[in-house]
């Protein structure tokens, strides 16, 4: 529909940032083994591997996802004499591990970090896909264009008609590189620590969370008074 004089046409844009705190945490572990032969190479493996689900499920709900990604067994061959000769095995399994209790969190990825052979990298903060967060920059966004228009049509001495359409241009979630004072940056990677005593759990800050809206309508307005 295009504007006449009796019925214009006015198409603003309606824009929302929100930042919110983070919903869930996201670790990602690497288990890794190493042996004279693949046998040896894949016990040490499957015993580090149950040793890390055990204790990240003795968490119970703080745990909202546990995954098991990508596993690999493969030779180290000899560099010196001839022919190939096996000089050893490494193996390395990959788990992810999805919390929603940040208090748990610095607790657990120092527990993992502490085992043998273990790395530990993250966290990860993020929101939910369905966020309520999301919904709010939509809302927010959707108000704006309607304010917006308002004032374009009152700064002409008209009024808003009727809405004609209304375009949802997406809802983006952005994050911040920086890291809060006392905290850390989104990724963090840790080597296990082969002490007797337990290492003390990490105080992590949660990262706030940028979630951006935008939306374009259109409207009819009365006449101008101009």
């Given at each position: ?39 040896a ?9 149950a ?22 067994i ?12 096996i ?8 788990i ?10 610095g ?104 979630v ?15």
């Open positions: 529909m295009a504007g006449t004089p009796e019925t214009p046409l006015v198409t603003v844009r309606g824009e929302a940032t929100l930042e919110v705190d983070p919903e869930i945490a996201t670790v990602s572990v690497l288990v890794s083994a190493r042996g004279k032969d693949r046998r190479a894949l016990e040490d493996l499957t015993r580090r591997n040793a890390v689900l055990e204790l990240t499920k003795g968490y119970g709900d703080a745990v909202e996802k546990l995954e098991s990604g990508r596993f690999s493969s030779p180290e061959l000899s560099t010196h004499g001839r022919g190939e000769r000089r050893a095995y490494h193996g390395r399994v990959h992810t591990a999805v919390l929603n209790d940040f208090t748990a969190l607790e657990l990825t120092t527990r993992l970090a502490d085992l043998e052979l273990t790395r530990v990298d993250g966290p990860w903060w993020s929101l939910r896909p369905t966020s309520p967060a999301q919904g709010e920059a939509r809302r927010q966004a959707v108000k704006e264009a309607v304010t917006r228009a308002r004032e374009y049509a009152a700064a002409l001495g008209a009024e808003l008609a009727a809405l004609l359409e209304l375009a949802d241009q997406g809802v983006e979630n952005g994050h911040s590189t920086v890291s809060r004072a006392g905290g850390f940056s989104r990724r963090m990677s840790l080597a296990a620590d082969a002490e007797d005593s337990a290492a003390p759990a990490l105080d992590l800050e949660p990262q706030r969370q940028t951006y809206a935008q939306v374009t309508a259109r409207f009819t307005m009365s006449p101008p008074k101009l």
